[in-house]
């Protein structure tokens, strides 16, 4: 009870200094149903409200399907990664090779450019990379198992003093 009218006061007080920021704090918290996206749309009235929402013509338009995962009226954008993007080109935001009220993929974080994405062909087929690959692992595991019963040591012989049975040192002075 002490904590929540301590808090009051301490509104109070900023109110009074400066009454924007009780007020921006407010006005700015995030409304998450600002955010949601519209109910799946079922009729073509709604998919062309929709697609003008999201700044889209009704051919580019194609929302996800409703299968509950919960992405509504929310257009389905190629996967396309954004380093496949043009780097020349003047973007609003060249940082993140996007222009302002660009419609944002679902999985923004999963295509961003710090992500990994495959944005140009490989230069092979990845059955090439497959047998490469496998051919190498094969014949590491085929060296290793021929080459196991020869082992690899040091041809070292034992010490030898010059008296057998006599020390050859001592630190006594003579």
Partial sequence: MAALIKGIKFAAQISNRNPAV????????????DFKPGKFPESEKERE??????????AEYQPYPDDGLGYGDYPKL????????????PYDFPELKR?????????????????????????????TYWTAFLGVMTGCFALYYWL???????????????????????????
């Fill in 22 to 33: 009780l007020y921006t704090s407010v006005r700015n918290h995030g409304w998450n149903k």
């Fill in 49 to 58: 409200a929709a697609a003008k929402k999201y700044g889209l013509t009704s």
């Fill in 78 to 89: 190629p996967d396309v990664p954004v380093e496949a993007r043009d780097p020349y080109y």
């Fill in 99 to 127: 222009n302002l009220h660009d419609t944002l993929h679902a999985e923004t974080d999963f295509w961003s450019e710090d992500r990994f994405g495959s944005a140009e062909p490989t230069r092979y087929s990845m059955k």
């Fill in 148 to 174: 196991e019963n020869y082992k690899m040591f040091r041809p070292v012989l034992a010490k030898q003093f010059p008296y057998e049975g006599k020390p050859h040192y001592t630190f006594e002075k003579k």
